[in-house]
């Protein structure tokens, strides 16, 4: 299970302890809970600070207890956050009423360690009973009678035992108190026995201060029921990235490798021209629909296996093809690098028109048949609705390629190297900033955003050397540049349905050109996800769950149509 984040009073990284900004920048940054510390000022007035003087945290100095609220008042306790202008000292009613609406649970630690602070318990349990929050507060403190004296007043309320260095067998002594949880610092966590025996006894296990990714991956290893930080934001991520982590090597386990393996055929057909492409398919038993994969730039079915895999459990039967130069198909010069290399886009067409004509037009059980295009593939898969209005029920493109981005290099220079390649012919050569696979992962400049993802694909890359296509030559960069500006040009010509899918922070392509794309044709519709790189398909998990939603959503509206 999944540990709760409790923000360790507030969001206190980042903001000023135990104030209501810092409580309220944890709600923000999605924490489950917070913990906070209550005192009592000499007027009786219930306190969220945690050292009995003011002197760490504020602007003045003196104990908490020889000052009323409005003496306490007058400092600033900005003192851990100086950035921040001002904060004041809060009540605990004015926290309450802060976190109120956002349903965390609240841990309140009584600091009665040094000061005995008469009558803090009767004043808290009454507090809380009268905010109505009695369901969402669990008491801990290093003074067990605290807790006991809690017990005896709300015999209903949650209660847990704080510790540094507790006796050696803490679930036991927690379980003859009846309290609920065992608030430990971290480090106990060393000892074999303490979760166990927790468990056996029914007793949450709530770990303090967690602050470091190591520190928060033994949490979550153990099991505990919620990690206390000062980051709720910076542990969340940690914890999330591990499950992702490991629930994705799962699926890939249980689900995509059964899948290749008991679905997937794989067959080699010939080109127009007699160039040999490598064909991959997965026929579904009680076919809706058959899609048809274009893939993209230097790409292989490999990276395809999660969007197949999903389609096909769908409902969908999947065809797919390496087009000439890529993955398994026969390569389009005879260097040995690797490299990438057409004289037309009319080349890719041609392998598209092929692979339709032999395969999935022999193969398809309906006969229906979908469109899927990315990036390359995307700008293929235009231009072939534009010759072949007809073929297709529907197409999604996503982050197509309809416009090449060239980073820092203005589009004009780029069209003066281009004419300087026709003068000393040398098309075959790679193009400027392009080289061979060198094995070096790196996912910051890639064009995808889950690191998991991103692994699993580049590691098919690193076992087979057949997928190691990497850099562009001059020859296909005069190719891409054509076939984007022709697919932009006539897009008037398009008579089938389009769902044109872009990233919002494409590093891959120059979004205009789907933009103007779009704007051309009637058929055309566009779905922005705002914050994603290049591939939708490797995005972050919301980015990806609602592509793949919007994807599944498209298709099922036609599935409907004859």
């Known amino acids: 299970m999944k540990p709760l984040i409790w923000a360790h009073r507030g969001a206190s990284g980042t903001m000023p302890e135990n104030t209501l900004a810092a409580f309220s920048r944890a709600a923000e940054l999605g924490a489950d809970g917070v913990e906070l510390d209550i005192q009592l000022s000499r007027d009786g007035e219930i306190v969220v600070i945690h050292d009995e003087t003011i002197d760490r945290t504020s602007s003045g100095k003196g104990f908490v207890k020889d000052m009323t609220l409005a003496e306490l008042r007058r400092f600033n306790y900005n003192k851990t956050h100086p950035e921040c202008e001002h ?29 005995d602070y008469e009558g803090i ?4 349990v009454s507090l809380t009973h009268e905010e109505g929050m009695e369901d969402r507060v669990i008491y801990s403190s290093f003074n067990h009678y605290s807790i006991l004296k809690i ?73 505990v029921h919620a990690i206390i930080t000062n980051y709720p934001d910076r542990i969340r991520n940690v914890i999330e990235k591990k499950e992702l982590s490991q629930d994705y090597s799962e699926y890939v386990k249980t689900v995509i490798q059964p899948w290749l393996k008991d679905c997937v055929r794989y067959e080699d057909i010939f ?8 064909c991959v398919y997965a026929i579904h038993p009680q076919e809706k629909a058959s899609v048809v994969i274009i893939h993209g730039f230097c790409e292989f079915f490999g990276k395809y296996h999660e969007t197949a895999c999903r389609l ?34 009319d080349e890719y067409l041609g392998d598209m028109d092929s692979f339709i004509t032999q395969i999935v037009k022999e193969k398809s059980k309906t006969g229906r ?57 040398n098309d075959e050569n790679y193009a400027p900033g392009q080289h061979a696979f060198t094995g070096i992962p790196d996912l910051a ?50 008579r089938t349905p389009v769902l044109l899918l872009q990233a919002g922070e494409d590093n891959m392509v120059d979004i205009s050109g789907q933009n103007a794309f779009r704007d051309k044709s009637e058929y055309v519709s566009l779905i922005n996800y705002p914050g994603s790189r290049h591939e939708l398909f490797n995005a972050s998990d919301e980015i990806r769950e609602e592509f793949y939603h919007d994807v599944i959503s498209y298709y099922a509206v036609f599935q409907k149509k004859e």
């Open 121 to 124: 318990e009767e004043k808290i």
């Open 445 to 494: 400049n890639s064009s995808a955003m889950d690191a998991d993802r991103y692994e699993y694909q580049f590691a098919q890359r690193i076992e087979d050397p057949d997928f190691q296509t990497w850099g562009s030559t001059w020859g296909w960069v005069k190719a891409a540049r054509e076939a984007a500006a022709k697919a932009v040009e006539n897009a008037s010509l398009i």
């Open 312 to 345: 096909y459990r769908e409902g969908y039967s999947i065809f797919f093809v390496e087009l000439r130069g890529h993955g398994k198909s026969a390569r389009s010069t005879g260097h040995g690098d690797g490299r990438i290399h057409v004289d037309s886009f």
């Open 271 to 278: 080109s127009y021209d007699g160039t040999r492409l490598r």
């Open 151 to 223: 017990q005896e007043l709300d015999p209903e309320a949650k209660t847990g035992f704080l510790y540094e260095d507790g006796t050696i067998d803490m679930p036991a002594y927690a379980a003859y108190h009846h309290v609920n949880a065992l608030h430990p610092w971290f480090y106990n966590l060393r000892y074999p026995l303490l979760m166990k025996e927790s468990a056996e006894r029914n007793i949450e296990v709530n770990v303090w201060t967690v602050n470091k990714a190591e520190e928060a991956l033994m949490c979550l290893e153990k099991g």
């Open 369 to 425: 048949l979908f469109l899927f295009g990315h990036s390359m593939g995307g700008a293929v898969s235009a231009l072939y609705l534009e010759q072949h209005p007809d073929v297709f029920k529907c197409a999604i493109l996503s982050s197509p390629m309809l416009k090449m981005d060239y980073g820092r290099v203005p589009d004009r220079a780029v069209g003066l190297m281009a004419v300087y390649s026709d003068v000393v012919n």
């Open 87 to 115: 904060a004041d000292i809060p009540t605990m009613k004015e926290v309450f009423e802060l976190l109120k609406p956002t349903g965390l649970t609240i841990n309140i630690e009584l600091k009665t360690g040094v000061f």
